[in-house]
């Protein structure tokens, strides 16, 4: 929330509610629930937030399966310098990751192949409205400002860049599904256990009680 604020990025009201306000929530806020809107962290099962993890406010979604709902999503992350998001590609999703302030986002690419392994193929690869083609395992960095897109079945890996500080990382894309639609090149949970030995300032999207 800080770095947000600090990046002059404009979180909204849910992303401050407490446990006390969501335990009153009515039926009124079901999108925030079953889009999963609201704060993820995870550490990909490896133990070690630092080296391995993300923090995510997911802003708006589609419900994942459902007619009429949004067909779009919006995500805001906090990547530390050195913190990886492991190689993973999406079946359906497209997403353009967007450096929206703070340090460098360096992006590993990797096209994937018949039997989804890491390809030793060419990428090819969006900037910004640039298609660029590059060798497999390229390593871009993304300023502040700059984006890459995310196509299906293109591998990736992030991180922040170190001696550059932790980087303000916007997502746009078509409806996320965290359940069904992550490949991840070494299998790894998306939601992983959490040892709850401090009480909660703010829930997470998967914590929500149904409406009362």
Not at 142 to 157: C, D, N, Q
Request: with cysteine; hydrophobic share 35%; glycine share 10%.
């Amino acid at each position: 929330m800080q770095f947000a604020r600090e990046r002059g990025f404009a979180l909204p009201a849910f992303s401050y509610w407490t446990p006390a306000h969501w335990a009153q929530a009515g039926a009124e806020h079901d999108e925030i629930r079953l889009a999963r809107l609201g704060w993820d962290v995870t550490d990909f099962g490896k133990g070690d937030f630092a080296r391995e993890g993300l923090t995510l406010l997911t802003i708006r979604n589609g419900i994942p399966g459902s007619r009429g709902s949004k067909p779009y999503c919006e995500k805001l992350m906090l990547v530390g310098e050195g913190q990886v998001t492991p190689m993973h590609f999406h079946w359906s999703k497209t997403e353009d990751i967007i450096n929206r302030g703070g340090g460098n986002l360096v992006c590993k690419l990797y096209a994937a192949g018949r039997q989804e392994q890491l390809s030793d193929e060419p990428v090819h690869v969006n900037s910004d409205g640039t298609l660029q083609e590059v060798p497999a395992g390229t390593e871009l960095t993304i300023v502040p400002g700059a984006s890459i897109t995310l196509t299906p079945y293109l591998y990736h890996a992030f991180w922040g860049a170190p001696g550059h500080g932790p980087v303000l990382v916007g997502e746009v894309s078509s409806v996320n599904d965290d359940e069904r639609d992550n490949r991840f090149l070494e299998p790894l949970p998306r939601f992983p256990a959490i040892e709850e030995d401090e009480p909660p300032l703010h829930l997470l999207c998967h914590e929500y009680r149904p409406a009362v």
